[in-house]
């Protein structure tokens, strides 16, 4: 009896506060607005189904349990039970809670967090990590240029050639291995920025109405409990990270300047290693170089590495807290 | 000599607006939600939420703990490490890492010099021909058959072996700066932004783990792995002294008459200190590495966080 007054409370709370965060039926979508597509058919109708099946299938068993008296059912029943109770207890919080932990944030973060998640990005990779590419690209260009440059004094069938430059096809490698480390972070940070969209289109529209349905049933609990902490964790953890990151960049780190070279430069630069061999002129772009991609390892890649091990580990344990019977011990 | 990190470095800034404010407030509502399931646990007669009410209330205590004990604590720990280093370890760390990166640099630069050199002389070509006259009664020819020598041509295998040492010179010199970068990094970021907000994820109990594992990454990151940088820059010295006593190697030196002779040897000698200073300078990098990384694995089992964050971050 008052299991079932607290079921018709909870449930009226959920579908008052429900209404308020389902997503319109057209784009374009609020930030944290739960799915629609359910709820025209209705996503909080089916848990409402969901449970009611599952209480009618106890209620079976429970009888069958008296006929046979098979004591063992019973236990089974009652357990179901209180996790039912609890189910609803999560689902409700959820519900009542998440457009508040939404708000909470986005003021927080000053914005909507993916919108400052994708601009930190798209920053990152096009203004950043693909410009340092691009530009050791073409100083290994102009190495290998130097390299082939020939020096020929006389006439060629009597007389003396050299290339003064030939060393510098070494540097080049060093360039090549630049390009191409910068190039796969610029790879790495791009499927980011995409993985990115896609959670903003289906983590709370599909895959969080998903988990709370499984969640109701016994032999689904687990995977319902990891779909809920999946979509908490992709659609709230992960993009405040990049908020922090973006902050800690900003406040932090210099401002690296990644503008390409113009082409009198490396006309210079070519024209300069010409007349005097043996400076090392192209040190000094590898060393700039260098030292640019070395600052830009904390942001590239750190603070990635660690926004994911965040993200991982949240939604570990949150899987297990949700899954968890509250007194069977972690 | 004890409060050598002050409560504004630890500042939680513009990210959380004063993280004590935010830590003590994530407590109080931790504490109220704990509250109410021990409440509806003892009236509804659930065992169960009660036993996991106290449980989590025991938690609250020990994440109360860390936050009220935080800057002490902290304090004593680097206090001991200053100890050991003999200085503020992050100042000195960065400074044995800069020393590294300037013999590096050295020996850098003279091995593209004599890279260059070595290049030239390899490619130099000597081209000449001979007239060959022939004088029939009617026409007067003068053929020429023409050849070319290129004296020094074999030492392009050399200069292949000189370009291998040269770019594992160069890695050696990128390994260093992301080093000296973390360093300052390290010491800008971690405790102004990380710690606290470790502090406040730990409060929760669903981000419980994540926030001791981030509290593992700081404590690890800003304490351990200068002393670990340190270490291995007295591996290095130690091993340089008996290895390697004086200059490393100074390929200049054996430029342009023995290489012009075609004795090479002298050349292989001394490129090989050159060698072996590249093996223990990646050996210490990676072992600081790894020592950082074990700690921080310790401290997150420690402080109930996840020590298998490394697994996760393959993903990357």
Known sequence: ?330 | MLLQIALSDISGGIFLGGWETAALTALLVSFGIIALAFAIGIGFGYRELEEWAKNEMYEIFISGLIVGTLIGLINIIFAMSINLAGGNPLEIASSNVSSMILETNGLFLTLLQYNLYLGALSTLKFSFFVPIPIIPPVVFLVIRIGSFVSPWAGLGALMSGVDSVFNVLGAMIAALLVEQVLLSFIKLVILKYFLPLGILMRTFSITRVAGGTLIAIAIGAYIIYPLAVIYSWNVYSQFKAVSTPGNPGDPAGHMILENIKWDIKDTINTLTPILKNFVIIGITFFLSIIITFSSIRSLAGALGGDPDLFGLARLI
């Open chain 1, 1 to 330: 009896m008052k299991i079932s007054y607290i079921l018709i409370i909870l449930f009226l709370l959920c579908t008052v506060r429900a209404a308020g965060i389902v997503c319109p039926a057209t784009p374009p979508y609020p930030p944290c607005c739960v799915s629609s597509e359910f709820w025209s058919g209705g996503w909080i109708y089916l848990v409402f189904i969901s449970i009611t099946l599952v209480i009618l299938l106890l209620s079976v068993v429970y009888m069958l349990s008296k006929i046979f008296v098979k004591h063992e059912w019973e236990i089974w029943v009652k357990d179901e039970m209180y996790q039912i109770l609890i189910s609803v207890v999560i689902i409700s919080t959820l519900i009542i809670v998440l457009s508040i932990i939404c708000e909470v944030f986005t003021t927080l973060a000053g914005n909507d967090p993916f919108l400052i998640a994708h601009n930190y990005l798209n920053s990152l990779i096009w203004d950043k990590t693909l410009n340092m590419a691009t530009n050791a690209f073409q100083y290994s260009v102009l190495c290998q240029l130097l390299a082939a440059f020939r020096l020929q004094i006389g006439p060629v069938s009597l007389g003396v050639g050299y290339n003064q430059q030939a060393g510098l096809r070494a540097v080049a490698v060093c360039f090549d291995f630049i390009y191409t480390f910068c190039a796969g972070i610029s790879a790495s940070l791009m499927v980011q920025d995409i993985g990115l969209s896609i959670i903003q289109a289906f983590a709370f529209r599909i895959m969080l109405p998903l988990g709370i349905i499984f969640r109701i049933f016994p032999f689904l609990r687990k995977a319902g409990a990891f779909l809920i902490a999946l979509s908490l964790g992709l659609y709230i953890v992960y993009p405040l990270c990049f908020v922090m990151n973006k902050m800690i960049v900003d406040s932090v780190l210099p401002e690296i300047q990644l503008s390409l070279p113009p082409l009198e430069t490396y006309v210079e630069t070519f024209l300069t290693a010409i007349i005097s061999p043996f400076m090392p002129i192209a040190l000094m772009g590898l060393y700039t170089v260098m030292n640019q991609v070395a600052f830009l390892i904390p942001q590239a890649l750190f603070l990635p590495t660690l926004n994911l091990v965040i993200t991982f580990t949240f939604i570990k344990n949150a899987a297990r807290v949700l899954s968890q019977n509250f007194g069977e011990g972690y």
